[in-house]
């Protein structure tokens, strides 16, 4: 009984392991695709990302009054 229990939560150890692979696999296939149709999506990435921290941090500001 035991060995059953050994080998099944191995098993799991390696269905996680694999599970983190096919994440980043999916990941950089996206960046890659975002990069080849437009060479600047991580300028405007970055950009849209800076111009919605800047709201939220002007509407905490305004909030504080």
Not at 19 to 48: C, D, F, K, W
């Amino acid at each position: 009984m035991k060995k059953r229990f050994v080998a099944c939560v191995a098993g799991r150890r390696r269905q996680r392991g694999a599970a983190m692979v096919e994440y980043s696999i999916g990941a950089l296939m996206l960046v890659l695709v975002l990069v080849a149709v437009n060479p600047n999506a991580i300028e405007q990435l970055v950009t849209a990302i800076r111009d919605a921290y800047t709201s939220f941090v002007y509407a905490l500001s305004v909030s504080w009054f």
